[in-house]
């Protein structure tokens, strides 16, 4: 393994950044960065090259002499993931990449039994199948939870009307259905993956997650750090309205509920991300005291 190279793509983005600084850190691949934008990049790599998702070229390019390629693609930029996951397939093939690292997540469809219509899940499981039959000597799929970054981010605690700080959302504050985790310790699991290709290199599945959450669980670590924040259930017809792009959460959340983040059957898969990480994960309650 010693000096091969990991071709990185997202190595500017929350999952890829992990990716690299786990890779450095444990120090036996060549790490390549890829960005659109090489110029601006100012991440620890050994190398930075230029490549786009929906570019098959250029990816191609990006790809050369790569033992291994982690790839994942940005729903919220409007991406067609699909379209985009399929590149990156075709892209690593082309260039004779050896192990190819999807980042997918559950088939909400498939698991709700077309119940739940969730696009930013579901359009990355459809990807899971072009990565199987593509005939990579390894190929291996990791499924990154709820970011714990989420909660100071996109899903922060907001002003409520009642004066108070805190959510709003179509959710029972008592279930335990949130997988979560911080989003830099994917690449703890991903660099464990390059590491250990005859176990999980035959399209084994590595859920990141390092607690199964309710909202009160959240609200709880808060406290617990001396943050006092609200939690208001609505129903999903009202959160729907609040904002474009609200009904794909609340039929996110529904879906949580119902059938947890990571899935039914996805116990056997989070032990294994964990035994096959580089280091340990960093707890809800540890994050925020950091954070
Ligand atoms: P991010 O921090 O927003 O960064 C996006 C990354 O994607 C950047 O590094 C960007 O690279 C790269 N990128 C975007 N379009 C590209 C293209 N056409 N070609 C090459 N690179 C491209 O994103 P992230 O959080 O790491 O990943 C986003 C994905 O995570 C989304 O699809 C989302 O559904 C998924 N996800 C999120 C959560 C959550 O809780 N937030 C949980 C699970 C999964 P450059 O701009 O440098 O080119």
């Given at each position: 393994?010693?000096n091969?190279?990991?071709?990185?793509?997202?190595?500017?983005?929350?999952?890829?950044?992990?990716?690299?600084?786990s890779?450095?850190?444990?120090?036996?691949f060549r790490v390549?960065?890829i960005?659109?934008?090489?110029?601006?990049y100012?991440?620890d790599?050994?190398?930075?090259v230029?490549?786009?998702?929906?570019?098959?070229?250029?990816?191609?390019?990006?790809?050369q002499n790569?033992?291994g390629?982690?790839?994942?693609?940005?729903f919220?930029?409007?991406a067609?993931?699909v379209?985009?996951?399929?590149a990156?397939?075709?892209?690593?093939k082309?260039?004779?990449v050896?192990?190819?690292?999807?980042s997918t997540?559950?088939?909400?469809?498939r698991?709700?039994?077309?119940?739940?219509?969730?696009p930013?899940?579901t359009?990355?499981?459809?990807?899971?199948?072009?990565?199987?039959?593509?005939?990579?000597?390894?190929?291996?799929?990791?499924q990154?939870p709820?970011?714990f970054?989420?909660l100071s981010?996109?899903?922060?605690?907001?002003?409520?009307?009642?004066?108070?700080?805190?959510?709003t959302l179509p959710?029972d504050p008592?279930?335990?259905?949130?997988?979560?985790?911080?989003i830099?310790?994917l690449?703890k699991v991903?660099?464990?993956?390059?590491?250990?290709?005859?176990k999980v290199?035959?399209?084994?599945y590595?859920?990141?997650?390092?607690?199964?959450?309710?909202?009160n669980?959240?609200?709880?670590a808060?406290k617990a750090?001396?943050?006092?924040?609200?939690?208001?259930q609505?129903?999903?017809?009202?959160?729907?309205?609040?904002?474009?792009?609200?009904?794909e959460?609340?039929?996110?959340?529904?879906y949580?509920?119902?059938?947890?983040?990571?899935?039914p059957?996805?116990?056997?898969?989070?032990?294994?991300?964990r035994e096959i990480?580089?280091?340990?994960?960093t707890?809800?309650?540890?994050?925020?005291k950091?954070?």
């Open positions: 393994m010693k091969r190279t990991i071709a990185v793509i997202g190595a500017t983005g929350s999952q890829g950044k992990g990716g690299v600084h890779l450095m850190k444990e120090g036996t390549r960065a960005t659109r934008n090489p110029d601006k100012t991440g790599a050994h190398e930075v230029r490549g786009d998702l929906t570019d098959l070229s250029s990816l191609t390019e990006a790809f790569a033992y390629v982690f790839v994942v693609t940005n919220w930029e409007g067609d993931e379209a985009q996951g399929k990156a397939v075709q892209a690593a082309d260039a004779g050896n192990h190819f690292i999807w997540l559950p088939n909400v469809e698991i709700s039994q077309g119940k739940y219509d969730v930013h899940f359009g990355k499981a459809k990807v899971d199948e072009w990565v199987k039959d593509a005939g990579f000597q390894h190929f291996t799929f990791v990154p709820f970011y970054q989420n981010g996109m899903l922060g605690a907001q002003p409520q009307q009642d004066g108070s700080i805190g959510w959710l008592i279930e335990k259905a949130i997988h979560m985790s911080d830099n310790d690449g991903v660099a464990g993956a390059f590491l250990n290709p005859e290199g035959y399209g084994s590595l859920s990141l997650s390092t607690e199964l959450n309710s909202f669980d959240i609200l709880e808060y750090n001396g943050k006092k924040y609200s939690f208001n609505v129903p999903a017809e009202v959160f729907s309205n609040f904002f474009p792009g609200a009904g959460i609340a039929q996110m959340l529904a949580f509920e119902e059938h947890t983040y990571m899935g059957d996805s116990k056997a898969q989070i032990q294994l991300a990480a580089t280091e340990k994960f707890s809800l309650h540890d994050w925020i950091l954070n």
